[in-house]
């Protein structure tokens, strides 16, 4: 039995992946040239694209996580709510924070997330998300670097889980609709 069963389709591939992060650690680099730039990762979805990402970034650049709460278990709908589980180590002042994430759906967590950062002094405070849902937005809020736009399916993979499974799959996928109805 193998993770793959369940993958109704593959949405991006493990080769598209390594090349557009590729594509966007040149362009972070650029942008960020002779700044002090803070690379920071939402757990625990972003884990996987913030360890490809930061390879990829050829400036010195530090990084940092949080874990914050939005979603509860195998729900796949958003509450609405954001609670910092765990916050940031790291002091913000007169650094360019750039947020790290998995994917931007409807942006509620994004945008509670942001103007808390944003409190802490920084130079700066962007977003790099490398999937992005636009058509689920309920904010106004984009990301300022995006890997690929997905349609409006939950997806898994590359970081992304159903009920924290499928985090480990090196590519970004549909899950089949019995892989749902089994847990209801
Ligand atoms: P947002 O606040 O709706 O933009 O999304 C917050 C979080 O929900 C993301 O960082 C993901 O962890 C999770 N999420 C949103 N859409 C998906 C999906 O399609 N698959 C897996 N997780 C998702
Ligand atoms: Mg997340």
Known sequence: ???????????VTEQQ???RVAELGAEISKDYAGKDL????????????MADLMREV??????????VSSYGGAN?????????I??????????????????MDTGVTLSHLVP??????????????????PSRRKVELQPDYVGFQVPDE?????????????????YVGVLKPEVYSQKA
């Open 1 to 11: 039995m193998s993770m793959q069963d369940d993958i109704k389709a593959v949405l």
């Open 17 to 19: 992946l390594k090349q």
């Open 38 to 49: 803070l690379m920071v990762s939402i757990l625990k979805g972003a884990v996987v694209f």
């Open 58 to 67: 050829t400036i010195p650049a530090s990084i940092d996580f949080m874990v």
């Open 76 to 84: 796949t709908t958003t509450t609405g709510l954001v609670k910092i």
């Open 86 to 103: 765990k916050d940031l180590d790291a002091d913000l002042s007169g650094k360019d924070v750039l947020i790290v994430e998995d994917i």
């Open 116 to 133: 808390m950062l944003q409190m802490r002094n920084p130079e700066s405070v962007r977003i790099c998300a490398v999937l992005d849902k």
């Open 154 to 170: 939950f997806v898994v993979g590359y970081g992304l889980d159903y009920d924290e499974k499928y985090r480990n799959l090196p």
